[in-house]
């Protein structure tokens, strides 16, 4: 988002608060400063625990505690516990911009008035609970919890829309509407707390029966302050409960979701290591995937499952005996062969992977041709799964992007080119002009550079980074041995492609062609007989 029109939505947000906590307390409504604090730091951590989200936010269990304010105190002091909310950015996320802070912190204030205003409204009890209003405060509380999801949902969607250009209608299909029954559930459980912490609901509820064993044990007047500290104590242990469950669940979710991207990582890491010249392939191929799937208006989870296909793309490419793999001259028929099994192996692989089986049909058609001369299925147009056609293209686009032991690199312009008259027979059509609008629209808008960059930020990069140690910068022991192995294939590699780009008939290209019409290996996605006339990776 630009830094001006975040400055001006704060400044607004936060004028907006001010004023609305000017007119409520000049009504002489008491700010309770002592559960603010409390119910404050509570929202804090609430805030830090979450999963991320398909469209880039991230949901969180703050709405738990600030519905417990409101239920729990009054609204000046509920909005009062919202502005709390911003401090995890700050505590837990170590984002510093002000104005972003800011934002945040304002945004949740009016959301939990605009939600207060709406349970105090429709008879929502505050503070003094019986058995009865706790029941009647229910449907309240629901409709305060739709309209504080409805006033989030719309700021979260602006805000994708202005840093990320994520469609409003995306965000509302893949993430808003899934979030909000768990937001409805958030806020019953925020009541409870509510009503717990009051200790009214408690004392008028299950006193008397408290009462009937202390007038068994002893004097009643010397016991109602304990009682009191007992009470206390009770409602501290269930906000605590409360918490430790949705840590913990939190927890188990997001170790998960590290676990499913590191498994991937991995894999991607093992085939880049074996050769060389694909450093970063399988991420840059991801990052294309998904600028195609959001420029045909894919819902985000689909973005994502298909980012997570395009990186495994490759993954039969072990079975691919390394001298073929590796070799600069022409590859003879038994050898090509090989080189075709490679889709294969890598679907069945993946089919043995339940939640990773949704992508083996991606993986095992990703270099079927559109007139269909590909391979493995020899499908055409539609029958190939779209997933396929959509990794056919930006393969091909990658592997012409970047140096190869058989030829140099091409520049975008004549990459996409080779994608346009080669769309119809090796390519679907509609994908390459999605691809290069695509293009296109970054370019104008970015650069270009700036196409791969938040994609490839979001995994863990093959080489491990300099780190700082006994106070210097120094290359770990394994990244030297990493780099030493790369830079000598690569410079073995450069110095056969010489040889053999020195040799007559190597054609126009640079491919030394197989009889059989093959191709080179090196690479995944290269059409064969060299598409785009010298365009993907080798099969």
């Not at 600069?328 to 069945?348: C, D, Q, T």
């Amino acid at each position: 988002m630009d830094k001006r029109v975040m400055a001006l939505a704060s400044l607004g947000l936060a004028g907006a608060v001010g004023v609305i906590l000017f007119l409520t307390l000049a009504g002489d409504q008491p700010v309770f400063w002592f559960s603010v604090v409390l119910l404050g730091v509570l929202v804090v951590i609430c805030e830090s625990l979450g999963e991320s989200m398909t469209s880039g936010g991230r949901s969180t269990y703050g709405i738990i505690a600030l519905f417990a304010a409101i239920a729990a105190l009054n609204t000046p002091s509920a909005m009062i516990v919202a502005l709390f909310g911003a401090f995890h950015l700050r505590l837990f996320r170590h984002r510093d911009d002000p104005w972003e802070l800011a934002f945040n912190a304002a945004l949740y204030a009016i959301c939990t008035w605009a939600a207060a205003a709406v349970y105090h409204a429709l008879g929502g009890a505050s503070r003094a609970f019986t058995l009865s209003n706790s029941l009647k405060s229910l449907l309240p509380l629901l409709v305060a919890a739709a309209v504080f999801w409805a006033l989030n949902t719309l700021a979260m969607a602006a805000a994708l829309r202005w840093q990320k250009g994520v469609e409003p209608v995306d965000f509302l299909k893949s993430d808003a509407f899934r979030l909000l029954p768990n937001q409805i559930i958030y806020a019953l459980v925020g009541l409870a707390m509510g009503v717990i912490y009051a200790q009214n609901a408690f004392h008028e509820v299950l006193d008397p029966q408290g009462n009937m064993v202390l007038d068994a044990l002893g004097n009643p007047i010397i016991l109602g302050s304990i009682a009191e500290s007992l009470r206390g104590l009770f409602a501290v242990l269930s906000l605590t409960a409360v918490l430790g469950v949705a840590w913990y669940f939190s927890g188990k979710n997001i170790e998960l979701l590290e676990a499913y991207d590191r498994s991937i990582e991995v894999l991607v890491t093992h085939l880049e290591r074996r050769e060389p010249y694909l450093d970063g392939h399988a991420v840059r191929v991801a990052g294309y995937t998904a600028l195609i799937a959001r420029q045909m208006r894919f819902p985000l989870y689909e973005v994502n499952r298909l980012r997570h296909a395009a990186l495994l793309h490759d993954l039969g490419r072990p079975a691919i005996p390394l001298d073929v793999l590796l070799q600069p001259s022409a590859l003879s028929e038994e050898e090509f062969e090989k080189v075709k099994m490679h889709p294969l192996e890598g679907g069945s692989r993946l089919e043995e992977v339940e939640y990773l089986s949704d992508m083996a049909e991606a993986v095992r058609h990703h270099h079927e041709y559109y007139d269909g001369g590909g391979y493995i299925d020899h499908l055409s147009g539609d029958t190939i799964p779209l997933s396929a056609r959509i990794i056919a293209v930006v393969d091909a686009y990658d592997s012409m992007m970047n140096r190869r032991p058989w030829r140099e690199a091409k520049g975008p312009q004549r990459a996409l080119a080779e994608l346009r008259e080669n769309s119809g027979r090796q390519f679907d059509p509609e994908i390459v002009e999605h691809f290069i609008a695509a293009m296109e629209e970054v370019g104008r808008r970015e650069g270009e550079a700036a196409i791969m960059a938040q994609e490839a930020a979001a995994y863990q990069q093959p080489i491990p980074e300099l780190r700082e140690e006994k106070g210097g910068r120094r290359r770990t022991k394994r990244r030297e041995e990493m780099l030493r192995e790369r830079r000598e294939a690569r410079e073995r590699l450069e110095r056969e492609a010489i040889r053999s780009l020195e040799e007559p008939g190597a054609g126009d290209t640079g491919y030394p062609q197989a009889e059989n019409g093959g191709e080179v290996p090196g690479g995944a996605g290269e059409p064969q007989g060299d598409s785009p006339e010298g365009g993907g990776e080798a099969q």
